[in-house]
T-cell receptor
Framework: NAGVTQTPKFQVLKTGQSMTLQCAQD?????MYWYRQDPGMGLRLIYY???????DKGEVPNGYNVSRLNKREFSLRLESAAPSQTSVYFC????????????FGEGSRLTVL | DQQVKQNSPSLSVQEGRISILNCDYT??????FLWYKKYPAEGPTFLIS?????DKNEDGRFTVFLNKSAKHLSLHIVPSQPGDSAVYFC????????????FGKGTHLIIQP
């Protein structure tokens, strides 16, 4: 019973490098999300996808791109990493849009030097 | 402009006593409120929720109270147990903006033996 799976769990990048965070869910949920968590800042929404083939910006989208590859997978790409993108990234999925309950992955800790 | 506020970064409570975590919000369009619990190095997990049409929801040791006129909700944990030590996030849905949840900054609850 995997739920939401994120890879990699840890990554260190140099400024300017690119990378993609992968996320997959096996709950047949329509909606998927990417959040970042910074100390003292709570979780902030980067991008979300309400259904396969659609993506929309959240609160902090600058410097990121996303792809909803299919219903299961939602990837987050950093084209040119910056130290300000050092954070813990969480992918989440949901079925009941009205209730808002999200199921989260375990997180991906990214450090940009 | 923070729409969901948790003004206590940390709270220390003795084991067996009541823990009360507070949350305030500013967006009157929110129609669903949730509490998430987060342990270190794990993703947030759903704890309890309440619809804006209710003023109380109870699930075992956890009760959430909603005061719409004051735009305030609280989470009560009775009795508090050592395993309750975690960061608790208040979240809200339906604010008229992006899908997904708007989170507070979290309160670190420490249960002392």
């Amino acid at each position: 019973n995997a739920g939401v799976t994120q890879t990699p769990k840890f990554q260190v990048l140099k400024t300017g490098q690119s990378m993609t965070l992968q996320c997959a869910q096996d709950m047949n949920h329509n909606s998927m999300y990417w959040y970042r968590q910074d100390p003292g800042m709570g979780l902030r929404l980067i991008y979300y996808s309400a259904s396969e083939g659609t993506t929309d910006k959240g609160e902090v989208p600058n410097g990121y791109n996303v792809s909803r590859l299919n219903k299961r997978e939602f990837s987050l790409r950093l084209e040119s990493a910056a130290p300000s993108q050092t954070s813990v990234y969480f992918c989440a999925s949901s079925e009941a849009r009205e209730s808002g309950e999200l199921f989260f992955g375990e997180g991906s800790r990214l450090t940009v030097l | 402009d923070q729409q969901v506020k948790q003004n206590s970064p940390s709270l220390s409570v003795q084991e067996g006593r009541i823990s009360i975590l507070n949350c305030d919000y500013t967006n009157s369009m929110f129609d669903y409120f949730l509490w998430y619990k987060k342990y270190p190095a794990e993703g947030p997990t759903f704890l309890i929720s309440i619809s804006s049409i209710k003023d109380k929801n109870e699930d075992g040791r956890f009760t959430v109270f909603l005061n719409k006129s004051a735009k305030h909700l609280s989470l009560h944990i009775v009795p508090s147990q050592p395993g309750d030590s975690a960061v608790y996030f208040c979240a809200a849905a339906g604010g008229g903006g992006a899908d997904g949840l708007t989170f507070g900054k979290g309160t670190h609850l420490i249960i002392q033996p």
